[in-house]
């Protein structure tokens, strides 16, 4: 029996093979007797070694009837594949050596999951024919190293996750405002001093972990072995050194980078808070050169990444020198300065033999070449404007695929994008989002990204959080990468539960499910998952969890939390709507630390967002909430800093409430910048006060409105 059909990523169409029942037995069965073969082509022995490895079979060009054959085919086209099933074994043809190894993630596709965990069973195929290209040729993750560094061990790690997903490039962001992540032999303090912050770093413990020295930087030789496994399993390492902004770190450093004039660093407590390079200063671009020709020499990818967002170009109109630039080169906005600063750095590039890869705020007045890369990050618009242009154009704007925003609006992740699951990945689609065939032709491909601002809270040595964030999502993105477009969601959700769940658990991957569905009815609560996971409900008060079998009966919904679990998968805890149920009596917010122009005391004290203050804290420093009543409540969230972004907070305080406004009670410390009041009753005023005299290094600190949920009650 042989079929042809045309493959499509995760068996969305191909069934996997021990689930034929064919009319004579099969007459392949893959096992460790079974050989992989390379018809002499030594470029393909590392995957030849890599697909043996997957099930303990062999590598050998002896001709055996037991083999798995990897062949280059230039008729099928870059990366493209065709995989043949036939009583002597298996083919996988490629393209190239990327198509023979996306061939090869086809071929793991007809096996059990427990190929993924390299201890495949002796499994017999069918008689089978496909074949299948990408429609894009960039399908990318961007992790972000500099706020939160990842160890050699983790990135190779993720490199096969994204290998697995025919993942085919991985943006490294290797330079912030808060670390230096590779080293530069000609100056080796960027990462001997850069690599770190807090302790006796220049830069400051900004993102947690306030009390130590924190950090950690990846040498040459390190980074070569991480690019050759990367090439192994057909990825390219895409570095980023973000210039000219977002570049505190080495101006902390070399602080003569920095723009002509004397900052106010009042608000920081001594802190330089500038991050953009002057752009007047030749000296820049010699250090400029020394650090991007050894990125040049390191990385084999044709681009580097050179960043031009965010830049706080306020700093370049109060420089002398840099306004002086202006008036004799005749720019008519700060805007040009960018320009002609990245065109210095793309030259750089140029005479490397490498191409500039930014941001799209780099190219707002379209005026760097058009063989610029330009990955729209902000919102479609700037997709659309990119590639209208006539620039290549990464896709990923950051309502769609950000992995560091939160899936639903109470879990852990940003949210200035919105709330951004699988499912809301997976609808992007071009023709909805005003794409024209014309624009079409610039875009080659997808990336999604994840900023790791807040990976430094959830335990990083670990891998769980990253991979929460990540699968399915990048799931989700694999497959649009791979066929240019999500489709139906019900049929790849079913894909999801029934097969790749599977194969994310063999991998080890502790990835997300869906939250459970909460109803409450008659007095009864329920709860219920359509992926084959199990449920477990704790009720408030007790650390004990118990399997869901049957409704609960309760007048108090909001005391049970849900979570469900699938082998490595896991559920966000789950409650009722009745949790989140809030009360905003009216409240007067004041602090020691003056009061922002722009985030006034009032948005908090309405509950209307943010406020601010006008400097950070030092000891002694106090927010106060009086309340015009006194207040009951039964949980009161307290909390300085962003929830989702762990910095202008206090890094240490105790909080304080009062019954008449005078006399204060202690009623905890600050964590993370919060602390959950339970329970308080006849409350006047709340009083948080800073203990510490550790600075983050942000100008002020965040006030964010109380959370208040009321005294609960019987619900009918």
């Known amino acids: 029996?042989?079929?042809?059909?045309?493959?499509?990523?995760?068996?969305?169409?191909?069934?996997?093979?021990?689930?034929?029942?064919?009319?004579?037995?099969?007459?392949?069965?893959?096992?460790?007797?079974?050989?992989?073969?390379?018809?002499?082509?030594?470029?393909?022995?590392?995957?030849?070694?890599?697909?043996?490895?997957?099930?303990?079979?062999?590598?050998?060009?002896?001709?055996?009837?037991?083999?798995?054959?990897?062949?280059?085919?230039?008729?099928?086209?870059?990366?493209?594949?065709?995989?043949?099933?036939?009583?002597?074994?298996?083919?996988?043809?490629?393209?190239?050596?990327?198509?023979?190894?996306?061939?090869?993630?086809?071929?793991?596709?007809?096996?059990?999951?427990?190929?993924?965990?390299?201890?495949?069973?002796?499994?017999?195929?069918?008689?089978?024919?496909?074949?299948?290209?990408?429609?894009?040729?960039?399908?990318?993750?961007?992790?972000?190293?500099?706020?939160?560094?990842?160890?050699?061990?983790?990135?190779?790690?993720q490199i096969d996750l994204l290998a697995y997903h025919r993942i085919n490039r991985l943006h490294l962001h290797l330079t912030d405002d808060e670390g230096w992540r590779i080293e530069i032999k000609s100056h080796p303090e960027l990462t001997a001093i850069g690599g770190f912050r807090g302790g006796d770093s220049p830069v400051a413990p900004v993102y947690g972990r306030w009390h130590e020295k924190y950090g950690g930087f990846y040498t040459q030789d390190e980074m070569r072995r991480v690019i050759r496994y990367a090439a192994e399993r057909n990825i390219e390492i895409i570095p980023e050194i973000d210039l000219p902004g977002h570049s505190r770190t080495i101006a902390s450093i070399h602080p003569e980078i920095r723009c002509n004039y004397r900052p106010d660093t009042l608000p920081t407590r001594g802190y330089d808070f500038r991050s953009a390079w002057c752009v007047a200063r030749e000296e820049n671009y010699t250090l400029l050169e020394d650090i991007l020709s050894e990125i040049c020499a390191l990385f084999p990818a044709p681009y580097v990444h050179i960043g031009g967002d965010e830049v706080d170009m306020e700093q370049w109109l109060r420089c002398p020198d840099c306004r002086f630039l202006m008036r004799r080169e005749g720019m008519a906005s700060p805007a040009e300065l960018e320009d002609h600063f990245l065109n210095r750095a793309i030259d750089i590039l140029k005479r490397h033999h490498k191409r500039a890869a930014v941001w799209n705020e780099a190219v707002a007045t379209a005026r760097l070449s058009r063989e610029t890369l330009v990955f729209g990050w902000k919102d479609t618009e700037a997709c659309l404007k990119a590639a209208a242009d006539g620039y290549p154009t990464v896709v990923m704007p950051g309502k769609y695929f950000y992995l560091d925003m939160r899936q639903t609006p109470h879990e852990a992740g940003h949210d200035w994008a919105g709330v951004v699951d699988a499912r809301r990945l997976y609808s992007f689609d071009f023709t909805k989002e005003g794409f024209t065939e014309e624009q079409l032709r610039n875009v080659v491909g997808f990336e999604g990204a994840f900023w790791s601002e807040a990976y430094l809270s959830h335990n990083p040595e670990k891998n769980d959080y990253l991979d929460y964030m990540c699968f399915p999502r990048l799931t989700a993105l694999a497959h649009m990468g791979w066929h240019g477009t999500g489709g139906d969601w019900q049929e790849f959700y079913q894909t999801l539960i029934n097969t790749h769940y599977d194969r994310l658990s063999a991998m080890g991957v502790a990835f997300r499910l869906f939250p459970p569905k909460i109803t409450?009815?008659?007095?009864?609560?329920?709860?219920?998952?359509?992926?084959?996971?199990?449920?477990?409900?704790?009720?408030?008060?007790?650390?004990?969890?118990?399997?869901?079998?049957?409704?609960?009966?309760?007048?108090?919904?909001?005391?049970?939390?849900?979570?469900?679990?699938?082998?490595?998968?896991?559920?966000?805890?789950?409650?009722?709507?009745?949790?989140?149920?809030?009360?905003?009596?009216?409240?007067?917010?004041?602090?020691?630390?003056?009061?922002?122009?722009?985030?006034?005391?009032?948005?908090?004290?309405?509950?209307?967002?943010?406020?601010?203050?006008?400097?950070?804290?030092?000891?002694?420093?106090?927010?106060?909430?009086?309340?015009?009543?006194?207040?009951?409540?039964?949980?009161?969230?307290?909390?300085?800093?962003?929830?989702?972004?762990?910095?202008?907070?206090?890094?240490?305080?105790?909080?304080?409430t009062s019954e008449d406004g005078h006399t204060y009670h202690k009623a905890g410390n600050l964590k993370n910048g919060m602390l959950i009041l339970r329970q308080p009753r006849n409350l006047k005023s709340i009083r948080i006060t800073a203990t510490s005299d550790l600075r983050d290094g942000t100008p002020f600190i965040t006030i964010e409105p109380l959370k208040i949920r009321p005294v609960e009650r019987a619900t009918k």
């Open 1 to 157: 029996m042989k079929h042809t059909i045309a493959a499509a990523l995760f068996s969305l169409v191909v069934l996997p093979a021990w689930s034929c029942t064919p009319k004579v037995p099969p007459r392949f069965t893959l096992s460790a007797h079974t050989e992989v073969r390379t018809e002499g082509d030594t470029t393909l022995q590392p995957l030849a070694r890599y697909t043996a490895d997957h099930f303990a079979g062999r590598t050998s060009d002896d001709n055996t009837w037991d083999v798995i054959r990897l062949v280059r085919d230039t008729t099928l086209g870059g990366e493209a594949y065709r995989v043949e099933v036939s009583p002597r074994g298996c083919t996988i043809r490629g393209g190239d050596y990327g198509g023979v190894f996306n061939g090869v993630q086809a071929f793991f596709e007809l096996l059990p999951a427990e190929v993924y965990a390299r201890r495949c069973p002796p499994t017999p195929l069918c008689d089978t024919l496909f074949e299948s290209r990408p429609r894009f040729p960039y399908r990318s993750m961007m992790l972000d190293v500099a706020r939160t560094w990842c160890t050699v061990d983790q990135l190779l790690r």
């Open 520 to 656: 409450y009815r008659d007095g009864l609560l329920s709860a219920e998952v359509d992926d084959h996971s199990q449920l477990f409900y704790i009720e408030r008060g007790s650390a004990e969890e118990h399997p869901f079998t049957a409704p609960i009966a309760t007048a108090y919904p909001a005391r049970y939390q849900f979570v469900s679990r699938y082998k490595t998968g896991q559920s966000p805890l789950t409650v009722h709507e009745e949790y989140y149920r809030r009360i905003h009596p009216e409240v007067t917010v004041t602090s020691s630390m003056g009061e922002s122009d722009r985030f006034p005391y009032a948005n908090a004290a309405r509950y209307r967002g943010i406020s601010r203050t006008r400097r950070t804290a030092r000891p002694g420093d106090w927010i106060c909430y009086t309340f015009t009543r006194n207040l009951s409540a039964e949980e009161i969230l307290v909390q300085t800093g962003n929830p989702q972004l762990p910095k202008s907070l206090f890094i240490e305080g105790v909080v304080e």
